[in-house]
């Protein structure tokens, strides 16, 4: 059975590049005021499983063609447990903070910090947990359709 919906596919497809712009931004300030990694990442999640519903109505197929849960996973934990070991490295303990400031052409002097690339690994934790959530949701949706 299929359906399509021309209003939730173009809401889709605004709400997904937006929400993906805003999920950066959460990440980006997240080490400095609330938000963080984990907010950035439901923030994405959500979008994809927006997004999800809205291919499903037009291909019969969801949006994890985009995104692979496992690799994406495996890299946000090695990501994270990295950022935690290279304060070892640094002569410091286990997950003790780096602050490098960088210049950047666009965006000006900006200060990047460890629990960034902390951040970045638990985003991508979150984003491939909900897109494994969504697959293996949709894939016993696809069978029940057989």
């Not at 997950?95 to 960088?102: G, H, N, P, W």
């Amino acid at each position: 059975m299929s359906w399509y919906s021309p209003i939730l596919d173009v809401a889709a497809n605004v709400v997904l590049r937006t929400g993906i712009v805003f999920a950066l931004y959460l990440l980006y300030a997240g080490h400095n005021a609330p938000g963080g990694g984990f907010i950035a990442g439901l923030v994405a999640g959500a979008c994809l499983v927006l997004d999800h519903i809205a291919l499903r109505s037009r291909e019969g197929r969801g949006s994890l063609h985009r995104v692979t849960p496992r690799p994406l996973l495996g890299w946000g934990l090695a990501i994270a447990v990295g950022v935690g070991v290279a304060g070892w490295a640094w002569g410091g303990g286990f997950f003790d903070q780096a602050v490098v400031s960088v210049t950047l052409p666009v965006l000006g002097t900006m200060k990047l910090t460890s629990a960034l690339g902390f951040d970045i690994g638990v985003f991508a934790v979150v984003v491939g947990l909900v897109a494994a959530l969504l697959d293996s949701l949709g894939s016993a949706w696809d069978e029940d359709l057989r």
